[in-house]
Structure formats: C-alpha cells, structure tokens
C-alpha cells in the first residue's frame, strides 16, 4: 500500500501564475482533503473533495480551486498566485465515515517569487 | 482563527525523560487526533481518541480527553531523540467530518 502519494514535491512559481498540485489516495479511500500550512503555523483546510463533488470549503478565496477524478485521485488548483500563497500544501484521504484516522501525504512545497 | 491550541509552542528535554503537552479546543467535536510532523514534511497520524472515551494507549504514547473541559493531552514515555518533532493535535467538529482543526503545535526538542 503506497499511502497517500502527492506529485511534485516542490514547486517553484512566478506571482501570478497558476499551479496544480495532485494527490492519489490511500487504497480504498474515497475522500480528499487539503490543507495549506504556512511555515511555523498548523495546517489549514481548504476544501474536501467526495463523490468528485466539492463537499466542505475552508475560509479560502475562489482563486483556489479542486477537482477529484472517479479513481478518487484529486488536484488543487490555485489561480493568479501570490506571494501569501507560499506554503506545504497537504492532501489527507479517508473513508467516507465519523471516527476514522486521516492519512496525509508528504506535501508539496510550493514557493511563489 | 484555529480551533486547537497546543501548549507548550516548544518543550526541550533529554532522552530517557517524559514530554507532556496539552491542547485545547473551543467547539464541540467528534474525535480528536494527534499528529507528528518531521521537519515541515508530512503529517504522521499518532492516535485518535473519540468524544465518548478518556484515555488511550499505543506503545509509549497516551491521550487523555477530557471534554468538560475541551482538552487533550499527550504523554510521549521515555523519550527518544527519533521523537523530536512538531506535535499537532487536530479536533474533528461534532458535525463535520474531515474538516480537521489544528492548533500552532508543540515543537519537541529530544537531545542524546
């Protein structure tokens, strides 16, 4: 079982650009989570992603946006990237059910110049 | 703002000793679960303890939860220096799963 495996590791932008950031679940998860963690903060959510629907948002503007595909697997895409945007961005999975640990992947560091 | 907040923000001590750390929440919630992250990588999930039990053991880890007053704490036994790293406990609201809270973290220093 690889885990939650996310793709690239690191990433290097211009401000204003856009990005996409991907994330292949756990075996036999079908939820998808993401999380921004600013350096020295705690992970913040972003959105979750079940049934390749948009399920629960966190306090994020527009400018980021997410896409979960039928084999579960999901991408975040932020648009017109600021510096502010700078961060490890993480993907969590988990079954569709109460009390059950979240997985997370290795993140991607993303660094907007 | 964030629902948990861990404290202390950093704990130095040295092998063999115990490290304790707390965190506290604001809202009601359906589990809470502590986390260790490695040099600003992935989060690795430690334990999870549901709303309606008050301690839990896993190896030389326990959690305690006491929700009349919304806290947890973390016992980490006999410390190793493979231990140091950034503790964050992350609450899971009453009525929404997978939308994880986290506080700042505990960072633990373990030295030889």
């Known amino acids: 079982d690889a885990g939650v495996t996310q793709s690239p590791t690191h990433l290097i932008k211009t401000r204003g650009q856009q990005v996409t950031l991907r994330c292949s679940p756990k075996?036999?998860?079908?939820?998808v989570s993401w999380y921004q963690q600013a350096l020295g903060q705690g992970p913040q959510f972003i959105f979750q992603y079940y049934e390749e629907e948009e399920r629960q948002r966190g306090n994020f503007p527009d400018r980021f946006s997410g896409h979960q595909f039928p084999n579960y697997s999901s991408e975040l895409n932020v648009n017109a990237l600021l510096l502010g945007d700078s961060a490890l961005y993480l993907c969590?999975?988990?079954?569709?059910?109460?009390?059950?640990?979240?997985?997370f992947g290795q993140g991607t560091r993303l660094t907007v110049v | 703002s964030q629902q948990g907040e861990e404290d202390p923000q950093a704990l130095s001590i040295q092998e063999g000793e115990n490290a304790t750390m707390n965190c506290s929440y604001k809202?009601?919630?359906?589990?809470l679960q502590w986390y260790r992250q490695n040099s600003g990588r992935g989060l690795v999930h430690l334990i999870l303890i549901r709303s309606n039990e008050r301690e839990k053991h896993s190896g030389r880890l326990r959690v305690t939860l006491d929700t009349s007053k919304k806290s947890s704490s973390l016992l980490i036994t006999a410390s190793r220096a493979a231990d140091t790293a950034s503790y964050f406990c992350a609450t899971v609201p009453y009525d929404s799963w997978g939308k994880f809270q986290f506080g700042a973290g505990t960072q633990v220093v373990v030295t030889p």
């Open positions: 969590a999975s988990s079954p569709q059910q109460m009390n059950t640990e979240a997985f």
């Open positions: 075996s036999g998860h079908d939820t």
């Open positions: 809202t009601s919630i359906n589990n």
